[in-house]
């Protein structure tokens, strides 16, 4: 059965935060006596999954919700000026010609989804924007939007850059699209196995042909 409604994580998958979430998390990291992350760092990074980057950053999960909090918050004042990943504003239009619904579910804030989607002429394009505030809720809403839109599992694609991505959408019964370009490496990505492993835009408009 052919997908027909897509869902896409935001940070990394179609916009390009990571440098700014770098930038953001180091000005928060004095407030709670944590370490900064450096540029050079972000490779191994690359390799960790969600428990294992906490680690390693020795950030408490109770921290977690409140740094995500004002992390999204600080976000806010630049997200019009943050770029989208190269190559992936040439495909959606295309893409969501060919299916019945565009989505976007994230741990950012939906504001700032809106805000960039608007400031690159793409915000017509989706049908919804979903926001969890935890950073491991994403199978619960991916299960709502197959109940909201009527929809098979097999109709359904999340399309993320994160190992918690694929989770997610195992644990939800979904097909999941994992893109080499936003946080987690090719190799960390291939490791948990989801349905597709997308090395270019061009890979993830083939993913849905036309009818």
């Known amino acids: 059965m052919a997908y027909r409604t897509i869902i896409f994580d935001f940070d990394g998958t179609l916009a390009d935060t990571l440098e700014e979430s770098r930038r953001i998390y180091n000005l928060l990291a004095a407030d709670y006596s944590l370490r900064e992350v450096l540029a050079e760092e972000l490779p191994q990074l690359r390799n960790f ?6 680690d390693h950053l020795g ?5 977690v919700p409140t740094l995500l909090s004002r992390g999204t918050s600080m976000m806010r004042a630049n ?3 943050l770029p989208l990943i190269s190559g992936i504003g040439a495909i959606l239009p295309e893409m969501r010609a060919r299916v019945k619904s565009f989505g976007v ?3 950012n804030a939906e504001e700032n989804v809106d805000l ?5 002429g793409l915000r017509e394009h989706f049908d919804f924007i979903s926001s969890t505030s935890r ?11 197959r109940k909201t839109f009527s929809l098979h599992a097999e109709e359904m694609l999340y399309v993320g850059d994160e190992i918690r ?15 080499t370009w936003g946080f987690n490496s090719a190799e960390s990505l291939a490791a948990e196995t989801p ?10 408009l083939a993913l849905v042909p036309v009818a």
């Open 116 to 120: 960039f989607l608007k400031a690159h």
């Open 135 to 145: 950073l491991t809720g994403k199978s619960g809403h991916l299960r709502a939007i």
């Open 79 to 81: 997200i019009s000026r």
């Open 165 to 179: 991505d694929i989770k997610a959408s195992k644990k939800a019964g979904i097909d999941m699209a994992a893109v």
């Open 59 to 63: 950030i408490p999960k109770r921290r």
């Open 105 to 107: 579910l994230t741990s």
């Open 195 to 204: 349905a597709h492993i997308i090395h270019s835009p061009e890979e993830l």
């Open 49 to 54: 999954s969600l428990l294992e980057l906490l």
